[in-house]
């Protein structure tokens, strides 16, 4: 069986929230999952679909893997690393702010 891969780091999206859409996805056939993407209401739906578009991209290009066939076999959300801000509080002290960051990994093969 054929593969295409394609990653997605240091997305500017929780993991937790990243792997919300991601399990949607997964196991589904390309076409099926493009459509989930498309109409679904969160955020981070616009990158994975974006990361979508570019593991098909990647499997057209290698020239043996006919985009038709395509399913979502694994994908994986991974924490990356946390940017630490500070907000001011009142009397002098301040609160932790901990951004959060995701890798994302997505794993196409021929049915």
Do not use: C, W
Request: aromatic letters at 2%; a positive charge; zero cysteines.
């Amino acid at each position: 069986m054929q593969q295409a891969k394609a990653q997605l780091r240091y997305l500017r999206v929780t993991p937790r929230k990243t792997r919300l859409v991601a399990d949607l996805i997964r196991g589904k056939r390309v076409e099926e999952a493009l459509d989930i993407l498309t109409f679904s209401r969160r955020r981070v739906a616009v990158n994975l679909r974006k990361l979508l578009k570019s593991a098909i991209a990647n499997a057209e290009s290698s020239g043996r893997v006919d985009p038709d066939l395509l399913r979502v076999s694994h994908i994986s959300v991974d924490q990356g690393p946390t940017l630490k801000r500070s907000m001011p509080r009142a009397r002098g002290s301040a609160d932790r702010l901990e951004k959060k960051t995701s890798h994302v990994t997505l794993i196409l093969e021929e049915t």
